[in-house]
């Protein structure tokens, strides 16, 4: 187990509100990754992280943004969440300083339905 | 065409048998795959990585990448019940250094 912790596990909400998943990893890493996954699309990269404070965007980011105050937590906010944004979405830590190079760990997910 | 693609499936293999998949992917500079495997309603994990051509084996799985061609396989030997899951190929492309994913290759290992 590569020590990464997602909460909550399950979550629905109503189109419109504000949604936060929380990533929290024990090993140290300095690479962080969101991605969602849905039939037909596969793994797809929502923001990334290098370290404290230091985020980018993947190819889906629009209407999510993300924070990592600590190197432990990643925290990703879905600003107005809506029903195309139901999906799981999968946090994950490099297994070595190389970003995009390395192999990942991924946490439990976390399964979202907006309605 | 899609960045990396890999036949859907189902992947019908009998136990004991070998079961071969494909990845093919479109940028000619890409430099690191990926396999992992993700049993329904599970996380991704991590089966193989190779970063060479040629082959790559750890126990029974084997990962064979042909740059020129831009294809990696991942090879299944005695395939077993447990190994029925979803096999997903990722590929850090050259452009942009994104690890991009396809969308996988469901197997189902028969008795």
């Known amino acids: 187990d590569a020590g990464i912790t997602q909460s909550p596990r399950h979550k629905v909400t109503e189109t419109g509100t504000p949604v936060t998943l929380r990533c929290h990893q024990t090993e140290n890493h300095r690479y962080m990754y969101w991605y969602r996954q849905d039939p037909g699309h596969g793994l797809r990269l929502i923001h990334y992280s290098y370290g404290v404070k230091d985020t980018d965007k993947g190819e889906v980011s629009d209407g999510y943004s993300v924070s990592r105050s600590k190197t432990e937590d990643f925290l990703l906010t879905l600003e107005s969440a809506t029903s195309s944004q139901t999906s799981v979405y999968f946090c994950?830590?490099?297994?070595?300083?190389?970003?995009?190079?390395?192999?990942?760990?991924f946490g439990n997910g976390t399964r979202l339905t907006v309605t | 065409q899609k960045e990396v693609e890999q036949n859907s499936g189902p992947l019908s293999v009998p136990e004991g048998a070998i079961a071969s998949l494909n990845c093919t992917y479109s940028?000619?500079?890409?430099?690191?795959f990926f396999w992992y495997r993700q049993y329904s309603g599970k996380s991704p994990e991590l089966i193989m990585f190779?970063?060479?051509?040629g082959d790559k084996e750890d126990g029974r799985f084997t990962a064979q990448l042909n740059k020129a061609s831009q294809y990696v396989s991942l090879l299944i030997r005695d395939s077993q019940p447990s190994d029925s899951a979803t096999y997903l190929c990722a590929v850090t492309l050259a452009a942009g250094n994104k690890l991009t994913f396809g969308g996988g290759t469901r197997v189902l290992v028969k008795p």
């Open positions: 940028d000619r500079g890409s430099q690191s």
């Open positions: 994950a830590i490099s297994a070595t300083d190389r970003i995009f190079n390395s192999p990942l760990h």
């Open positions: 190779i970063y060479s051509n």
